[in-house]
């Protein structure tokens, strides 16, 4: 049973169970999992570590299946696509940002969100303008022609936000996106995730044990030992109301007035789009 209606739901995971197999042991690890997240929110999973947060964000991600139950995501019944429509699935509506960013070292910043439009077939004119405006929005178009060996931790994880956006996903999956920067750049990235959640309606699910995020959530879950063992909601909250770190985001863009401007610029619906 869902605590919410179906229809405010991008993904739910319905009496989900996981096991891993190490030689002839089966390892528990999700043990009957019910959980709906809500569209256009921030929700965060905690939860010791062992207890189970990267595989249920890898099922909600698609990017495995479970053993028993059910794993709905945009609406579909992830049961009803063979292997590689789940991965055509995946690629439309699912971005990802991992803690350790996963970009492709040789591949320049722009080749890097360029590279999911690529697989995508998109023509190269409207693929450039669109990378330009991803980098533009994520502070870092100066930096287009670096190597991620080139660019800090946190300008890393900002190419690893604008690739994981370049599809126009319905949801991003982020396993602990700030575990590997400082406090300061960490704050930064959430600031600039949320920018892109409000202004965008993108739902974020993150895996984190960083407070700056868990204060930005709108609904944390909390996972013990594969299980669920509370869900928290804020009530009847506004996706985005946390002010508080909207100011962050000036400071991720360095004060670069052309990256302001263009940031305010950018109109609110269409985004991406020439
Ligand atoms: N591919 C795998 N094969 C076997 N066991 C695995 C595999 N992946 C995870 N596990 C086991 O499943 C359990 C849950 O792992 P998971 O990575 O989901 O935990 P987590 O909550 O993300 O932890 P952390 O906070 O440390 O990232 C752990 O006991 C882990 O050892
Ligand atoms: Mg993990």
């Given at each position: 049973m869902s605590d919410i209606d179906p229809a405010d739901a991008v993904a739910s995971l319905t009496d989900v169970v996981k096991s891993y197999r190490m030689d002839a042991v089966t390892v528990p690890v999700l043990r009957g999992v019910n959980l709906s997240v809500r569209l256009g929110h921030f929700t965060v999973v905690l939860g010791?570590?062992?207890?189970?947060k990267t595989t249920m964000l890898n099922l909600l991600g698609c990017i495995d299946r479970p053993d028993e139950g059910r794993v709905v995501v945009a609406g579909v019944d992830?049961?009803?696509?063979?292997d590689d429509e789940l991965s055509d699935f995946r690629a439309e509506n699912i971005g990802f940002v991992f803690q350790n960013f996963n970009l492709i070292p040789v591949l320049s910043a722009f080749e890097n969100v360029e590279y999911p439009l690529v697989l995508a077939g998109m023509e190269p004119a409207r693929r450039r303008r669109r990378v330009m405006r991803l980098l533009e929005a994520v502070g870092l178009e100066g930096r287009a022609n670096n190597l991620p060996g080139q660019l800090s931790g946190g300008q890393r994880q900002r190419v690893a936000i604008a690739r994981a956006l370049a599809r126009k996903p319905k949801v991003v999956i982020a396993d602990e996106?700030?575990?590997?920067?400082d406090s300061k750049t960490g704050a930064a990235i959430i600031a600039l995730m949320r920018w892109m959640q409000q202004k965008f309606h993108i739902s974020f699910i993150f895996s984190s044990h960083d407070s700056s995020l868990i204060k930005a959530a709108d609904d944390l879950i909390l996972l013990r030992d594969g299980a669920i063992q509370s869900v928290r909601r804020k009530p009847a909250s506004v996706p985005g109301d946390n002010a508080e770190l909207a100011g962050d985001f000036d400071d991720l863009i360095d004060g670069d007035a052309r990256g302001s401007r263009s940031l305010k610029a950018l109109p609110d619906t269409a985004w991406l789009e020439s």
């Open positions: 010791p570590s062992g207890s189970g992830i049961a009803t696509l063979d996106p700030t575990a590997n920067l």
